[in-house]
C-alpha cells in the first residue's frame, strides 16, 4: 500500500523542514529524508551566522525578510556582531561594500583591532562593523520547524531515500526506500542532491553546483566570547569564537558530487594559515573539523517555485551560504507557490528552463 499525501516534500534540511511546517496543516504533507536523521547535511554543518550585510541585495532582502519571522518566533538568535577586514589589497572591494551598504559602520585599523584586539595593526587596513548581526540556534531553528510541522499533522520518514518516481493520473508515484509515496504535489528540497533527484524523477537538471566549505574549531586561550565574526571582505578566511577556541573557515568552495562531505588537512591548514597571519592568535591545533556542501544555482540565487517542464514538480534549492538565515521566508514563499502563489522572478525556476 502506498503512504498518500498531498504535497511530499524530498529532504529534512532547513529547506525540507521549513516549507513542510509551512504547508501541514492545510495539506496532508509527508517528509521523506534518505538518512536515519534529519539535519545531517548541510543544516547540520554551518557556521550558524546571521549577517544581513552577506551577499548582494536579493539575498539581502530575503535576510531583512526573515528577521522578522526570527523575532516572532524569538529565542533563536543572540547578538554576535559582524566585522568585515580587509588588508590594503582588499581596500577598494571594502569601499564598494561600504558605497552599497551606508548603513555599516566604517572602522580605521585602530577601531578594527579595538572590537577584536587579536587582530594585527598592521595587517588590517580597513574595516566596517555590521553591529546587529546574529549567531542562530540553527537545531532550535530546525526543531521549531520539524516538531511544529509533526504537530501539525505531517508524517516524517527517515531512511526515506527517494531512488525514482513518475507522474501517473496527475499524481507522482514516488519510489522510496520506505516504500511507495503518491502526492499531488512534490517539493525538491534534497539540497547538493537537488539536481540529482530530479534526474531520478526525468526532470531536467538546473544545473547545482555543490561547493564544499570547510569550518574547524581552532584550541587557544585567547579568545575573548565578546568578539566579533571577523571575516576579509575578499572571503578567503573567517572566525569567531566558539566554545573555548574559534571557528574557523578559509571559506572555501571546492566543487564537489552530492556527498557526505570531509574536510580536508589542506583546507584546514589554509584556514589557520591565514588567521595566523592576519592575527597573532598563534593557531597550532584543531580540535575538530567538518565540511559541507553549500549547493548554488549559475546565479548563485536560490530557486523556488514550480518547474515549467515538470507538471507537479516544485523546487526549493539553491540556498548557497545562506540557507539557514533566509530559510524562514523561502519557507513561506515555496509554501505559498505551491498553492498558486507568485514567486519573484529573480527566484523562479523558469530562469533555466
Ligand atoms: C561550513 C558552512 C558554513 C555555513 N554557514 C552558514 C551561515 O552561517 N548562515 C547560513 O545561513 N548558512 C550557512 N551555510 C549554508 C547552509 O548551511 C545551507 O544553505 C543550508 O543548510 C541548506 O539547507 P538544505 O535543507 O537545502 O540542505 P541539507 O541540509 O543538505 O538538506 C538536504 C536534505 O536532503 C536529503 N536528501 C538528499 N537526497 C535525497 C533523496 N533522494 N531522498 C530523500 N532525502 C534526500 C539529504 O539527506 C539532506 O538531509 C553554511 C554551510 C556550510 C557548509
Redesign the pocket.
Known amino acids: 500500500m502506498a503512504i498518500e499525501a498531498d504535497v511530499a516534500v524530498?529532504?529534512?534540511?532547513?529547506?525540507?523542514v521549513s516549507v513542510a511546517y509551512e504547508l501541514a496543516g492545510d495539506h496532508d504533507v509527508v517528509l521523506?529524508?534518505?538518512?536515519g536523521q534529519?539535519?545531517?547535511?548541510?543544516?547540520?554543518?554551518?557556521?550558524?551566522?546571521?549577517?544581513q550585510s552577506y551577499g548582494g541585495p536579493v539575498i539581502r532582502a530575503l535576510t531583512a525578510a526573515s528577521r522578522l519571522r526570527y523575532d516572532e518566533i524569538g529565542g533563536l538568535l543572540s547578538p554576535r556582531s559582524l566585522l568585515w577586514v580587509a588588508p590594503a589589497e582588499q581596500m577598494d572591494r571594502l569601499d564598494a561594500v561600504a558605497a552599497a551598504q551606508p548603513e555599516l559602520v566604517r572602522l580605521d585599523p585602530a577601531g578594527a583591532v579595538a572590537r577584536c584586539p587579536a587582530l594585527r595593526l598592521d595587517w588590517v587596513a580597513g574595516a566596517l562593523l555590521e553591529e546587529n548581526a546574529s549567531e542562530?540556534d540553527v537545531l532550535g531553528l530546525h526543531q521549531f520547524y520539524l516538531g511544529g510541522a509533526r504537530r501539525r499533522g505531517a508524517s516524517v520518514l527517515v531512511g526515506?531515500?527517494?531512488?525514482g518516481g513518475r507522474r501517473t493520473g496527475g499524481r507522482w508515484l514516488l519510489d522510496?526506500a520506505a516504500g511507495p509515496v503518491t502526492a499531488t504535489a512534490v517539493v525538491n528540497?534534497?539540497?547538493?542532491?537537488a539536481d540529482?533527484?530530479a534526474g531520478?524523477l526525468g526532470v531536467p537538471p538546473l544545473g547545482l553546483q555543490p561547493l564544499r566549505?570547510?569550518?574547524a574549531v581552532a584550541r587557544t586561550d585567547r579568545v575573548d566570547r565578546a568578539w566579533p565574526l571577523v571575516g576579509d571582505v575578499g572571503e578567503t578566511f573567517y572566525f569567531r569564537p566558539e566554545g573555548a577556541g574559534v571557528l574557523v573557515?578559509p571559506a572555501d568552495e571546492t566543487p564537489s558530487e552530492?556527498c557526505d562531505a570531509r574536510a580536508e588537512d589542506l583546507d584546514v591548514a589554509l584556514a589557520v594559515e591565514r588567521i595566523n597571519e592576519a592575527t597573532d592568535l598563534g593557531l597550532r591545533s584543531v580540535v575538530t573539523a567538518?565540511?559541507?556542501?553549500?549547493?548554488f544555482a549559475p546565479d548563485r540565487l536560490p530557486v523556488i517555485g514550480p518547474d515549467p517542464a515538470a507538471p507537479g514538480l516544485w523546487w526549493?534549492?539553491g540556498?548557497?551560504?545562506?540557507?539557514?538565515?533566509?530559510a524562514p521566508e523561502l519557507g513561506r514563499l515555496a509554501a505559498a507557490a505551491v498553492t498558486g502563489g507568485a514567486v519573484p522572478e529573480a527566484l523562479a525556476v523558469a530562469r533555466f528552463r
Not at 38 to 43: D, G, K, Q, V
Not at 319 to 326: A, K
Open positions: 524530498i529532504g529534512a534540511g532547513m529547506a525540507g521523506l529524508e534518505q538518512e534529519p539535519a545531517y547535511h548541510t543544516t547540520g554543518r554551518s557556521a550558524a551566522m546571521f549577517l542562530i526515506a531515500a527517494v531512488r522510496t528540497a534534497a539540497g547538493a542532491w540529482e533527484v531520478d566549505r570547510t569550518a573557515s552530492p567538518w565540511a559541507g556542501l553549500r549547493t526549493l534549492a540556498q548557497g551560504g545562506y540557507g539557514i538565515q533566509i
